[in-house]
């Protein structure tokens, strides 16, 4: 088993959600989160392939464009090895846009899985 983490956008997390159920992942834990990449917290559709960072900050800060931290969704699903590629796949597909923040996809192993409610444990306690 493995645990398949995507740090997304908060507008494709409805149409990541139904993606996923429509191939049949349905059991999805979301939160929301926090957080920025290279760019620091600026967001801006035509940044500059080379740039001076600290200027970027000093004008986005006076502009209002800077912020430290940006609103992202974590979507956490725990899937067989098998349908690693597949979760994966979909994940990035709805969510790519070739712009800066369009996420993070990230898969651990998962050594043990136990529903509470029944005792179940192993794959039929992920509820795929």
Do not use: H, W
């Amino acid at each position: 088993m493995k645990e398949v983490i995507a740090i997304i956008r908060p507008n494709t997390v409805s149409k990541t959600v139904k993606a996923l159920d429509v191939v049949g992942f349905p059991a999805v834990t979301m939160a929301e989160c926090f957080g920025r990449g290279k760019q620091k917290g600026y967001f801006s559709a035509n940044l500059p392939e080379i740039v001076d960072i600290q200027k970027i900050i000093e004008e986005g800060e006076k502009e209002g464009r800077f912020i430290k931290y940006i609103p992202k969704r974590l979507i956490s699903i725990v899937v067989d090895d098998a349908d690693v590629p597949l979760v994966v796949g979909i994940i990035s597909k709805v969510n790519r846009t070739g712009s800066f923040g369009d996420g993070r996809i990230f898969v651990l192993p998962v050594e043990e899985a136990i529903r509470v409610r029944t005792g179940e444990t192993g794959e039929i306690a992920i509820g795929n």
